[in-house]
């Protein structure tokens, strides 16, 4: 039973994750998570076919079948997207914190210890995604990312800077180690202007460890807004790598 309980969900997964937004099952990801994972956690102990179900802190951790390692956090509530206003109450869960304390999930598959340079956490826009399911992209970041983002080791802590990349306009954030004891990147980005909170959906944020000048460590908050003049709909995902060839 189980068997069959997760090549099923294996079949869901594999028609929408890595697909446009137009995905026919936008609703996939909550149908494995909450209809699969909860509950199977719930009556029989077993997490299955999530590889973690965290009923505490209100998340699974699922195997994405897109790449070698790549995990992905979804929450057991219903939050449509990086847009939803839940997301920024006083109260609201720091899903990034619980991702990035669970990043050995990565290591685990890669039968590889990650730096956390090496690692990063990524959320799309509404209109770079294809479900309708909060979910953060646990995974590798391209190999060539962490000396790319050398050149803001010496920002100023907690000051959204310009960053140019690829031919893509970013901003970001350097942000001490102990910033997600205390700070959402959600909300970060969304005091970012005075219009950034009404324009979540129109951001894709990527959250990854950073070695500074001075030898101590810390995070590089990017965020990357859809700019449809330039056929970009807002997808940081374009930094990670689903090979993990940085762990080669």
Known sequence: MMCRLYLASLLLLSSVIGAPAQAASPDALWQIAHEQCLPNSIAHGNPAPCAL??????????????????????????????????????????????????????????????????????????????????????????????????THRDDPFGQWQSLQLDGHTYSILRLPADALATQDPFKLAAARSPYAARAMAAQSLLLTGARFADGSSGFYLLDMPVNFALQEQGSAEVLLDHDCRIAQ
């Not at 802190?57 to 847009?83: M, S």
């Not at 995604?129 to 970041?141: A, F, N, Y």
């Open 53 to 150: 179900v965290d009923r505490e802190h209100g998340f699974v951790l699922l195997k994405d079948i897109n790449g070698v390692a790549q995990h992905l956090l979804i929450p057991t509530t219903r939050l449509a997207g990086i847009e939803s206003r839940e997301l920024l109450s006083p109260d609201a869960p720091n899903y990034w914190r619980q991702a990035w304390e669970r990043r050995d999930y990565v290591s685990q598959a890669l039968g590889k210890s990650l730096a956390p340079d090496q690692f990063a956490l990524e959320v799309n826009s509404a209109a770079a995604r294809s479900q309708l399911q909060l979910h953060i992209h646990m995974d590798c970041v391209r190999p060539d990312l962490p000396a790319l983002l050398q």
